[in-house]
């Protein structure tokens, strides 16, 4: 058996090599720029070793493969070269791999990302386990970066071009049956004979290489010059739309993706290497890693300092609406947590079942999971209209209306029917938690946990501790949400919590031009420029016009004047019109809706007592939301509410979609400027009034030149 400091090759009796990856002291294997030398060496000894018919590549790691090429290596690089050299360095090195002469098998287990899928193509064969933990994919383009490794190569050599651009482009990470489906593994097997699976495949020699299976369609795209370029043409399209050109990454994609399949994979790995230095180097890519780094610092928080927190048995959701329909969801899909819903009659309870029903079949349908997978997690949803089955619960998470006295009466139920120890979350998204428990025994367990909606989508939750709130309960409910798949920042009680709140004034802003005049889809397209999934018109609809106008006046008076909503806004609901979910709001829905196209529901002009005419720009309209929301944000971390500017990037990007290449409100404030910033609002309070007045930490740090992050 040889070792270096992170491989070791053991040969087995049958003439198979194992080359086994176990980099010491890190939790996961990640490829870094010293292994070039290591593998080198490994190289040596297997090419004069005559009798060897084979060789598997394993992971030492109980539980991942490789997750890509260490991100801070990537971080710490300088210049466009170094990163670039990065790159070709694991070109080189998996090329070498991919000429052995004997067989080599990836046996997959675990997370095997970026890089690390990059090592598995070179591979001639892919065994991976059925494990939910085995994922494969190139989430680079997450990082604002490029696969730089033969990625963008070899990808589309073995599952097709289509298939790969939407791999590539997105990110999206593979299930092992999926990836089978795809052609990217050729055979999936428990975990416990993975190695002897993957020995099995080297012992039968090189695979040859097969075609891959397209249908009529597929091969006029992608075997013909005609087609690749129509194909290439929209792909580019399409990304244009979706970034709005805010991402280089993308478009890059295309262009190295392309110069291969024209011109050969060697000039393909030049220009992706390339673009791989290049794209390091872009402060996108810069805000995106910094995501990265935040994401994995907070996994390790607990929320309550050295508290540690207790086992999550069983939990219990209050509601089967909407929201308490994807809350019962993530528990028992994510968390894998047994969850009973109570509703006050049978309808609610069947809506919420028949919704992770309709969610698990589509995840069944892409071979995301399998039947059984399915099945279980299904009946870990049972529900009641009564308390019956609630004795047990650890959790009690409640998505009833936003009503105080109702949720008080729930806090009462709660200790009447359940254990001593059972925490009382409320997903209110308004209301001071503090009230919530004012008329609790037992108000050390009562704290607020606010989800997002679509609840199965959105990955941020609010945690909210109340002043009586224990470490304990905040513990809890943090690691509770976080098995459910959440990112969970702590906040302090207050009106709106931190997302609510800066989103409140910014969606008040756009409605402050909309009587001015400016039309809405110019507003909407305005912030989708800027980088919002949608606009805040568009949000407003979604979200319910009688959502937003109930929780203003709370944040109004608990707040102050800059949170009252335009009068006018009152005639909408006058009108009936509550958004989308009544057909109804500033856009046409239903029957009046044209298929394919978003159009505006003119009428609303009248309702408003407004005649649109555009008059500001796009980037004024922008500017003029965006400074509310951040100046709010500053706000927030100035009393407490958030913790630390990390949390409120985190919180902002991942609760309502703030454009991640900015990094966040505080990281966008650093690249402004403070004095920028101050300069803005200084002039929009001369022209528009108070609800434009700076923040004072933003006052002082513009004086004192500081930043969020050092
Ligand atoms: C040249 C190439 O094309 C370029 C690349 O490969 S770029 C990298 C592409 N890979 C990625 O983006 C994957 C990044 N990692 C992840 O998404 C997640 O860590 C994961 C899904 C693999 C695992 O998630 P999870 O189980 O929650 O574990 P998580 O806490 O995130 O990570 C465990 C540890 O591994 C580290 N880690 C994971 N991937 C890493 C990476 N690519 N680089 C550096 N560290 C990494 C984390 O920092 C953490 O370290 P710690 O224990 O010392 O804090």
Known sequence: MTTTNSFSLQIRDDQIGVITMDIAGESMNVLK?????????????????????????????????????????????????????????????????????????????????????????????????????????????????????????????????????????????????????????????????????????????????????????????????????????????????????????????????????????????????????????????????????????????????????????????????????????????????????????????????????????????????????????????????????????????????????LKQQMVADIEQHCAEHTIFASNTSSLPIGQIAAKATRPENVIGLHYFSPVDKMPLVEVIAHEKTSAETIATTVAFARKQGKTPIVVKDGAGFYVNRILALYMNEAANILLEGEPVEKIDKALVKFGFPVGPVTLLDEVGIDVGAKISPILATELGERFVAPAAFDKLLADGRKGKKTEKGFYLYGKNAKKGKKLVDETVYRVLGVTPAPRLNTDEIASRCMVQMLNEAVRTLEEGIIASARDGDIGAIFGIGFPPFLGGPFRYIDQLGAANLLAQLRNLESRFGSRFAPAALLVQMAEQQQKFYA
Do not use: W
């Open 33 to 405: 720029a010293a292994f070039a030398d290591e593998i080198s060496a490994l190289l040596a000894e297997i090419n004069a070793n005559t009798q060897l018919k084979g060789l598997v590549f394993i992971s030492g790691k109980a539980d991942s493969f490789i997750a890509g090429a260490d991100i801070s290596m990537l971080d710490g690089c300088k210049t466009a070269e170094e990163a670039q050299a990065i790159g070709r360095m694991g070109q080189q090195m998996f090329a070498q791999l991919e000429q052995l002469s004997i067989p080599l098998v990836a046996a997959i287990h675990g997370p095997c990302l970026g890089g690390g899928l990059e090592l598995a193509m070179a591979c001639h064969a892919r065994v991976a386990t059925n494990d939910s933990k085995t994922v494969l994919g190139l989430p680079e383009v997450q990082l604002g970066l490029l696969p730089g490794s033969g990625g963008t190569q070899r990808l589309p050599r073995l599952v097709g071009l289509q298939k790969a651009l939407d791999m590539i482009l997105t990110g999206k990470q593979l299930r092992a049956a999926q990836a089978k489906k795809a052609g990217l593994v050729d055979e999936v097997v428990p975990n416990s004979i993975l190695l002897d699976a993957a020995v099995k495949r080297a012992l039968k020699g090189k695979p040859q290489r097969e075609q891959i299976k397209l249908n009529l369609v597929g091969k006029v795209l992608e075997r013909t010059p005609f087609g690749r370029n129509v194909l290439f043409s929209q792909a580019r399209k399409q990304t244009l739309k979706k970034t709005q050109g805010n991402y280089p990454a993308p478009l890059k994609i295309l262009d190295v993706i392309k110069t291969g399949v024209d011109n050969g994979m060697q000039e393909g790995l030049a220009a992706e290497a390339k673009a791989f230095g290049e794209l390091c180097m872009t402060k996108e890519s810069a805000a995106l890693r910094s995501l990265f780094f935040a994401t994995t610092q907070m996994k390790k928080e607990s929320g309550a300092g050295d508290t540690k927190p207790n086992k999550v048995r069983k939990a219990a959701v209050l509601g089967g609406g909407l929201m308490g329909g994807g809350i019962a969801n993530v528990t028992a899909t994510k968390a894998g947590i047994p969850v009973r819903i109570k509703d006050i009659n049978q309808q609610g309870i069947s809506n919420a079942l028949k919704y992770s029903y309709s969610l698990l079949q589509k995840k069944f349908k892409r071979r995301f999971i399998s039947k059984t997978e399915m099945q279980k997690q299904l009946l870990l949803m049972t529900g009641s209209t009564d308390y019956s089955g609630f004795h047990d619960a650890d959790i009690v998470v409640e998505a009833v209306f936003e009503d105080l006295a």
